[in-house]
């Protein structure tokens, strides 16, 4: 599954498997570092620096995998496994905006992180959609992930804020794709892939920038 999500995420940005997630994947929460083993948090990224090595490790709870495994998003996404589906791509998300950054040697702020995992949930989800049910554009979507969502004060703890700004950041960014991909032919597809990768490819400063100019 995780390997399917980074295949997904590496064709809409154009990004190089470089990495196998799944050699980075961890599902037992029993071997995560003692300070972080007290969390609720389905989904982590562990980030260690050992002089110039960078060790990354992709957690997400075994639970989610199987039910993923046994109602798969690429098969149907639907309201019984999307929240399943959400956690699992948000955290192969980090995995490749960490890989893909590290190669160039590009430090990168949680805000960013956050940042373009809101965005890959958004935009992963319509590409399933959308092959799913050609010619129906979900916009029930936009709704349910920045609308209805809630930052979870207890896993945020002090950095709700950041949490909430990323999340206000992505809605604005979605909200833009959304109207170029509703646009008649097959150019709006191609238009939104464009500025896909153009975004994905900018550092915090510009992105926010980017986003500030759409208003």
């Given amino acids: 599954m995780v390997q399917a999500?980074?295949?997904?995420l590496g064709a809409i940005y154009d990004v190089p498997l470089t990495y196998d997630v799944a050699?980075?994947?961890?599902?037992?929460?029993?071997?995560?570092?003692?300070?972080?083993?007290?969390?609720?948090?389905?989904?982590q990224v562990l980030v260690a620096e050992d002089g110039d090595t960078i060790w990354v490790t992709l957690y997400l709870?075994?639970?989610?995998?199987?039910?993923?495994?046994?109602?798969?998003?690429?098969?149907?996404?639907?309201?019984g496994n999307i929240a399943d589906y959400w956690t699992a791509l948000e955290g192969v998300s980090h995995f490749v905006y960490l890989a893909r950054?590290?190669?160039?040697?590009?430090a990168v702020t949680l805000l960013e992180l956050e940042l373009q995992g809101e965005i890959d949930k958004y935009v992963g989800s319509l590409w399933l959609l959308q092959e799913q049910n050609p010619g129906?554009?979900?916009?029930?979507?936009?709704?349910?992930?920045?609308?209805?969502?809630?930052?979870?004060?207890?896993?945020?703890?002090?950095?709700?804020?950041?949490?909430?700004?990323?999340?206000?950041?992505?809605?604005?960014?979605?909200?833009?794709?959304?109207?170029?991909l509703r646009l008649p032919g097959a150019s709006a597809r191609a238009a939104a892939i464009a500025e896909l990768r153009r975004?994905?490819?900018?550092?915090?400063?510009?992105?926010?920038?980017?986003?500030e100019r759409m208003a």
């Fill in 199 to 211: 975004f994905y490819r900018l550092n915090r400063e510009r992105k926010l920038q980017h986003i």
């Fill in 101 to 106: 950054n590290a190669a160039f040697d590009r």
């Fill in 136 to 180: 129906r554009f979900p916009v029930e979507l936009h709704h349910l992930l920045f609308e209805r969502a809630r930052v979870d004060a207890g896993l945020a703890g002090d950095r709700i804020g950041l949490y909430r700004r990323a999340n206000g950041y992505a809605e604005r960014f979605c909200r833009r794709l959304a109207r170029t």
């Fill in 23 to 43: 050699d980075f994947l961890l599902t037992d929460r029993g071997r995560l570092p003692q300070s972080v083993q007290a969390s609720d948090a389905d989904e």
């Fill in 61 to 79: 709870e075994a639970g989610v995998l199987r039910r993923l495994e046994a109602a798969s998003p690429f098969e149907a996404l639907h309201a």
């Fill in 5 to 8: 999500l980074q295949k997904l």
